[in-house]
């Protein structure tokens, strides 16, 4: 068997006009610490023998995770579509949605439906592409979903549609 593995497969390219900005920022705020980097990267190198040098190791280290982010921002910026407008049909789970679901034993839980580069479980939003996502598509209040999740078979009921 060789190493080779299929390439991942590419995410939405959909994304709010806030996680647009944040990216931008990000990008922004990357060049500036990588100049900073850089400086520090050369004043490293001026002490002398490399192979022994820490601050020399870890600033090379550091440079080269801070180009990695540089250079997916630059490809994945232009290629992503800011979806702004609300959706016609308000009633219908769509993306940029905040989606309420109760699950079977009564609890409650609020989603967002955000783009891959922007979703963060610790607020509550989730990505366009995760399975709980895809199966809330075009849901409306008071239908019930079913899906498998790494715990067992989950199911849920729309309690509540919002958009911002």
Known sequence: MGRYRAPAPKSSPYITPQGQLQ??????SLWQRRAGVTRALTAAAAEGDRSENAEYIYRKKELREIDRRIRYLQKRLPELKVVSQKPTDGRRIFFGASVTLEDMQGNQVCYRIVGADEF???????????????????KTIDEEIRLMTPGGPAEYLVIEIAYE
């Open 120 to 138: 963060d479980p610790a607020r509550g939003w989730i990505s366009i592409d995760s399975p709980l996502a895809q199966a809330l598509l075009k």
């Open 23 to 28: 990216l931008s920022a990000e990008l922004q």
